[in-house]
T-cell receptor, first 112, second 113 residues
């Protein structure tokens, strides 16, 4: 049972445009949501997170939106840069336990 | 430098030959976890540890063992590896309390033939 799903395996965007990555979840017990970025031959690195009590969190070019009623979150990257090309994982968890549940990942390619 | 280290980074082995992948963190984190990454499946948790001598199963624990005798180390043991354990493995850690973001090691690419 995939509790966190990223339904788009890949996304291709032109440099300077907006990248929107999407993620859906099913478990209402999750109270924290995160995005990780992964380059080849490296471990995932934390990008941005959002608590379930918020609906938006912004950090520079990255903004995460949470729609609890739809159980949906999205990551917006504006403007997109070629260095943003990587695999993006969404993850969900709770502050009271050590487990993160990850989605399948979306490969983002930003073309110059 | 604060980091999570894993060794080895690459390993090719044969079915049934016991192996251990080491994981160490220098951030004094209480929580440590092991994940495996497979195409189309994302990262799935194998085992996690809330503190020394406290471990619990994740989503895919079959065929794996762990131990947490010291706070900084969390080795992953495959007693009798099989080809379906060919995967990319990541160790991660985080401090107790606060936000749940975890810090990941660089990964271990394991091939079992």
């Amino acid at each position: 049972d995939q509790q966190v799903k990223q339904n788009s395996p890949s996304l291709s965007v032109q440099e300077g445009r907006i990248s929107i990555l999407n993620c859906d979840y099913t478990n209402s017990m999750f109270d924290y949501f995160l995005w990780y970025k992964k380059y080849p031959a490296e471990g995932p690195t934390f990008l941005i997170s959002i608590s379930s009590i918020k609906d938006k969190n912004e950090d520079g070019r990255f903004t995460v939106f949470l729609n609890k009623s739809a159980k949906h979150l999205s990551l917006h990257i504006v403007p997109s840069q070629p260095g943003d090309s990587a695999v993006y994982f969404c993850a969900a968890g709770g502050t009271s336990y050590g487990k993160l549940t990850f989605g399948q990942g979306t490969i983002l390619t930003v073309h110059p | 430098e604060a980091q999570v280290t894993q060794n080895p980074r690459y390993l090719i082995t044969v079915t049934g030959k016991k192996l251990t992948v080491t994981c160490s963190q220098n951030m004094n984190h209480e929580y440590m976890s092991w994940y495996r990454q497979d195409p189309g499946l994302g990262l799935r948790q194998i085992y996690y540890s809330m503190n020394v001598e406290v471990t619990d199963k994740g989503d895919v624990p079959e065929g794996y063992k762990v131990s947490r005798k010291e706070k900084r180390n969390f080795p992953l043991i495959l007693e009798s590896p099989s080809p379906n354990q060919t995967s990319l493995y990541f160790c991660a850690s985080r401090p107790r309390g606060g936000r749940p973001e975890q810090y990941f090691g660089p990964g271990t690419r394991l091939t079992v033939t």
